[in-house]
């Protein structure tokens, strides 16, 4: 069986990590979206939040586990028996960063390659930090993410305002 991990932060899931999901889970037997949990990091929506939202928008994903995970992407993908780590490249600026992940993990896991998927154009310009920026300044986000996602994200940023 071949297996990916596709590892992030998804804070939130927006249309450039949609792609990256729905292109590799046509490659693998079976994807598992990983939730990274860092304490290191304050995130807007918290583990929990970020898997419910995952679940919701991939529920129609026969082959795609939704799971969250501390610690380095290299051994909790062996844990989960994969053979590959997915991540997604959107501009060149994301390239740098990408090639040292790709070699610290080589580096701790020889038996587990990383593959990289260049995200559609039309969502290149997408980030999670992005997202939230414009869904704070009440800026239209309906074709950055999910509606489920949107409201989700204008509920979270209303509540905090109140």
Same mark, same amino acid.
């Given at each position: 069986m071949r297996i990916a991990v596709y590892p992030g932060s998804f804070d939130?899931?927006?249309y450039g990590h949609l792609d990256i999901i729905e292109r590799a889970s046509v490659l693998y037997d079976k994807l598992v979206v990983a939730v990274a949990t860092n304490p290191k990091k304050k995130p807007l929506f918290d583990t929990q939040e970020r898997i419910e939202l995952l679940k919701m928008v991939l529920k129609d994903f026969d082959n795609v586990y939704i799971e969250s995970f501390e610690?380095?992407? @290299?051994? #909790?993908?062996?844990?989960?028996?994969?053979?590959?780590?997915?991540?997604?490249l959107r501009a060149i600026t994301d390239f740098e960063n990408e090639f040292v992940f790709a070699l610290t993990n080589k580096k701790?896991?020889?038996?587990?390659?990383?593959?990289?998927?260049m995200t559609r154009s039309e969502y290149s310009f997408i980030?999670?930090?992005?997202?939230?920026? @414009?869904? #704070?300044?009440?800026?239209?986000?309906?074709?950055?993410v999910p509606s489920i996602v949107a409201d989700k994200l204008h509920q979270k940023y209303d509540d905090a305002l109140k």
């Open positions: 939130p899931i927006h610690g380095l992407t @290299v051994n #909790y993908a062996l844990k989960q028996g994969a053979q590959v780590v997915v991540r997604g701790l896991e020889p038996r587990v390659e990383t593959i990289y998927l980030s999670s930090s992005g997202v939230k920026e @414009v869904a #704070y300044y009440g800026g239209n986000i309906s074709d950055m």
